[in-house]
């Protein structure tokens, strides 16, 4: 109850004339973000956040996760008119958006994605409304310890759970505890991996590596297949959105399960890319007609844009409530946190009620404005991807470069920012994951300072990881979901071999 | 641009630069090295234990080893695996480089001309060459952008990006 008064107060700071302006921006701003190829949810925001450093922290996070809702909103209009999804989790929605458009039935494929979209992000925001002062309040009980193992617990789920191969995801996270490590040590002052470079003496910023990772990479990508644009036209008007959604309560088996994949894969570190596969792979196996898939079922579209934003959504709660972010994108809102002298963790809950309250309340706000802002704006939004590639490339460069040099306003980062995008560039092809790097790189201080202070604490004893049963089972299940691939290959195996066993026996 | 058609056509035609294999050794030895060097630099600073705790270098100097070991596999799979498929074709080297190179220059052209100038420049070239626009096209939108961002940064938000001799004369 006491919560509920604190979200009614958080609706009061929020609905200043001056914070929906900022709303809107930040969900235009975001769709422009989600609909460009090379610019996306984490660099979009990555650039921005040198502009709102001098802003108060409550105005700042409601622009800038409005960019973030803005570019899960934006992804979609690619996907279906384009066929080319401006994100990683809209190409899902690809697969019977398309066959959608090119039927004639574009204004429907779209409405239905981003009330999808809306309803799943809802549903997020109530899990985190209901759920993230719980998880704050239970995580006040946590000391360093405790905190090194969540920490290592979502490390953990990273290896276990990722696509790519099992060393890849290995290194390209321990590059980024290593590039967090460059520079001043905050424990003892000392000097580490500089190599006597006064230029390193800064370390290296998470927002530069971002914008090179996502930003410069993506370009360079996109450049690479010779892209052109060549997309279908999309109207839509108002029957069109009511008759979509006159349809829609047939579906909510569909909404409810693609919600749940969405929420659980968002505050476990699986992402709103994977939620939007499985959304897709469980409606596609559970429904009545799975034939219709691909061929432009409206579930086909449904099905992956609400488990992508629900994902997206409570991706925050783990964010908020234990200063760990779910995806790279909340991981540079963590950055933006710290940056406005918030000390992100559970003490957010009590000693920055205020501003954790607004931040929730905007997400209503900010998800059902983005609804009716995307409605009646797609068609200029598709027509900005009528701009010729060879304009739009080099804009985005220009932009990028500027968002480097503005986080400390130095030249040395837009080339560090080049040499991050050829990294990036040569790392998604060869499948070494970006995220955990990210990740990494804003989480490996704290990280460290976990670690370090514990090991002070017990002198050395790494058993105290295992000293009482909360801090006990944090790192047992951290070393489950680490070993998980391993033990489901050899259960397999097992299995495999019994089988074959049973049926030598029978022949 | 090319058309998706010749591009396709030409993706067909066109010789591998170097396969994934080749790619995948040369990366995973790179970080093998560099992996070597950093825990070379964090062991001279100290890796182990001091009367305080842990040392300034032993988190890292840990995972330099672990970025080792996991880069020893990575290259052993590469070699094991020996994928043949080509990690990029000429014609898209030569598409990233048409990219890449003039950015190179552009970076370069931040630190004399100022970021107004040489953005504007960057996209009007891109636009000229790339994009076969006539030149007072592609001059007339590279300048309308940098105005346009000119007024977000230094008159909106005055946030003070490099300028060059051209803002200096006037009087930015």
């Known amino acids: 109850m006491e919560d509920l008064n604190a979200l009614m107060q958080g609706f009061g700071h929020v609905l200043g004339w001056q914070n929906i302006g900022l709303m809107l921006i930040g969900?235009?701003?975001?769709?422009?973000?989600?609909?460009?190829?090379?610019l996306g949810g984490p660099n979009g925001v990555a650039i921005l956040l040198p502009l709102t450093f001098s802003m108060n922290p409550t105005s700042a996070i409601i622009m800038l996760s409005c960019i973030y809702w803005g570019a899960l909103f934006g992804g979609a209009i690619t996907s279906i008119l384009f066929n080319i999804p401006g994100e990683a989790w809209s190409v899902a929605t690809t697969f019977d958006g398309y066959p959608l458009a090119q039927q004639g039935r574009a204004g429907e494929a779209l409405t239905s994605a981003f009330t999808g979209s809306c309803i799943g992000a809802l549903v997020g925001?109530?899990?985190?409304?209901?759920?993230?002062?719980?998880?704050?309040?239970?995580?006040?009980?946590?000391?360093?310890?405790?905190?090194?193992?969540?920490?290592?617990l979502t490390f953990c789920s990273f290896i276990g759970m990722g696509k790519e191969p099992k060393a890849k995801i290995l290194i390209a996270m321990c590059i980024g505890f290593l590039l967090a490590a460059v520079g001043m040590d905050t424990v003892s002052g000392q000097l580490r991996m500089t190599f006597g470079s006064t230029q390193l003496l800064r370390g290296f910023d998470f927002l530069v590596a971002v914008i090179g990772l996502f930003g410069v990479s993506e370009i360079l990508l996109t450049m690479e297949e010779g892209l052109a644009f060549k997309g279908k036209k999309a109207a839509i008007d108002l029957k069109v959105v009511f008759k979509t959604w006159a349809m829609l309560p047939r579906y909510w088996v569909t909404l409810l399960r693609s919600s749940i994949i969405g929420c659980w894969l968002g505050i476990t570190p699986g992402g709103a890319t994977a939620a939007s596969f499985m959304g897709y792979g469980m409606a596609k196996k559970l429904s009545r007609n799975p034939d219709g898939f691909g061929k432009g079922a409206i579930e086909g579209v449904l099905a992956p844009e609400t488990a992508a934003h629900a994902a997206g959504t409570s991706a925050l709660l783990p964010m908020l409530a234990l200063g760990i972010p779910g995806s790279a994108t909340a991981a540079v809102l963590l950055g933006g946190l710290m940056?406005?002298?918030?000390?992100?963790?559970?003490?957010?809950?009590?000693?920055?009620?205020?501003?954790?309250?607004?931040?929730?309340a905007s997400m209503y706000l900010g998800n059902i404005a983005g609804l009716l802002v995307v409605l009646s704006t797609v068609p200029l939004f598709a027509a900005i991807l009528r701009i010729p590639f060879s304009i739009i490339a080099p804009a985005i460069m220009v932009v990028c470069a500027i968002g480097a040099f503005t986080v400390h306003n130095a030249q040395f980062d837009i080339w560090l920012m080049v040499a991050f995008g050829v990294i990036g560039y040569i790392f998604k092809k060869l499948q070494y994951p970006l995220a955990p790097m990210v990740l990494a790189l804003v989480l490996g201080d704290r990280a460290e300072d976990a670690f370090r202070q514990t090991m002070v604490g017990s002198k050395g004893a790494l058993s105290v990881f295992f000293s009482n049963g909360l801090v006990g089972t944090i790192m047992v299940l951290a070393l489950i979901t680490l070993l998980w691939p391993l033990v489901s290959a050899v259960m397999n195996g097992l299995r495999h071999r019994a089988t074959l066993r049973s049926s030598t026996q029978t022949s | 641009m090319n058309s998706p058609e010749s591009s396709g056509e030409e993706k067909a035609q066109s010789p591998a630069l170097f396969t994934v294999r080749t790619a995948e050794i040369v990366v995973a030895l790179a970080l093998a090295i560099g992996a070597l060097i950093v825990s070379w630099s964090n062991y001279q600073l100290g890796a182990g234990w001091n009367s305080y705790g842990p040392d300034a270098g032993y988190f890292p100097f840990r995972l330099s080893v672990v970025v080792f070991l996991a880069s020893c596999v990575v290259l052993v799979n590469a070699i094991r695996h020996n994928d043949r498929s080509p990690f990029v074709q000429r014609d898209q080297a030569r598409l990233v480089a048409v990219i890449l190179i003039p950015l190179i220059f552009y970076v370069f052209g931040i630190a004399y001309l100022g970021i107004y100038v040489a953005s504007a420049i960057f996209i009007a070239a891109f636009m000229r060459f790339l994009g076969k626009f006539p030149w007072w096209k592609s001059a007339v939108v590279g300048i309308c952008v940098m105005l346009a961002f000119f007024y977000i940064f230094e008159i909106q938000f005055k946030v003070p990006l490099p300028k060059g001799p051209l803002e200096n004369w006037l009087g930015y």
């Not at chain 1, 969900?27 to 090379?38: S, T």
């Not at chain 1, 985190?128 to 905190?147: M, N, Q």
């Open chain 1, 27 to 38: 969900i235009l701003l975001g769709i422009v973000v989600g609909v460009l190829p090379g």
């Open chain 1, 125 to 152: 925001v109530i899990i985190i409304t209901f759920l993230a002062p719980l998880v704050a309040k239970f995580a006040l009980r946590f000391g360093p310890p405790e905190f090194f193992a969540v920490y290592f």
């Open chain 1, 339 to 360: 940056i406005w002298g918030l000390q992100p963790g559970p003490m957010l809950f009590i000693e920055q009620k205020d501003f954790v309250w607004s931040l929730i």
